[in-house]
């Protein structure tokens, strides 16, 4: 049995990461979407294990400690970061485990990991994200306006992703995840699975 790989989904805030993965996701049964650990206050109508694993700072601090964590940011005083047992126990039983982080974190993770499937989802043009995020009407201009000098740096991160889908249409670049997704299990590294044993 194949292993299974870690995906990364980067991209800026409003460029549609959750509708594309989803779609993905939707047509893939190899997949399975990471649950991130974070020390944020649960929301209503979050729920634990599923939305994220919410824990006190003392517990994250601990993971840390104990380097059970494949990467960890700080955000708006609040810890985020990826559980690796979960990961790992997934990748054993050939399921390919999705990690939808922020670009800071994915920068950790490619320091520490060189098997990443790394993939950024990048806006037809940072006009139309402009459009995208000044356009919503429950973000506040100021932290719109934010949100656009961080995309800004997120986009120029692109290059250090393997690879970078345009989302114009949720549809095309879900399709292009999956042409992805599907070339890299066909790599040559797998098949000296499959070759004969030597003969004593």
């Known amino acids: 049995m194949k292993r299974g790989k870690i995906i990364v989904l980067s991209g800026p805030s409003g460029v549609g990461k959750g509708t594309v993965l989803r779609e993905v996701m939707r047509n893939r049964s190899d997949l399975q ?38 990467e960890y940011v ?31 974190g994915a920068m950790k993770l490619f320091e520490r990991r060189d098997d990443v499937i790394s993939i950024f989802i990048a806006p037809p043009s940072f006009e139309e994200l402009k459009r995208r995020l000044l356009g919503r009407g429950d973000t506040a201009q100021q932290i719109a306006e934010k949100r656009l000098r961080i995309a ?17 249409d949720v549809q095309r670049a879900a399709s292009e995840i999956d042409a992805i997704l599907t070339a890299e299990s066909c790599r040559s590294e797998y098949y000296e699975m499959i070759l004969p044993e030597e003969e004593m």
């Not at 800004?152 to 114009?168: G, I, Q």
């Open 33 to 70: 979407f990471s649950v991130s650990a974070t020390t944020r206050p649960i929301r209503p109508n979050e729920v634990n294990g599923e939305n994220y694993w919410f824990m006190d700072k003392a517990q994250f601090e601990q993971l840390i400690s104990d380097d059970a964590l494949l």
């Open 152 to 168: 800004r740096w997120e986009c120029e991160a692109a290059k250090k992703y393997k690879y970078v889908v345009v989302n114009d």
């Open 74 to 104: 700080t955000y708006a005083d609040n810890y985020y970061g990826t559980p690796i047992k979960p990961v790992e126990e997934a990748m054993d039983n050939g399921i390919h485990v999705v990690l939808e982080i922020e670009v800071q």
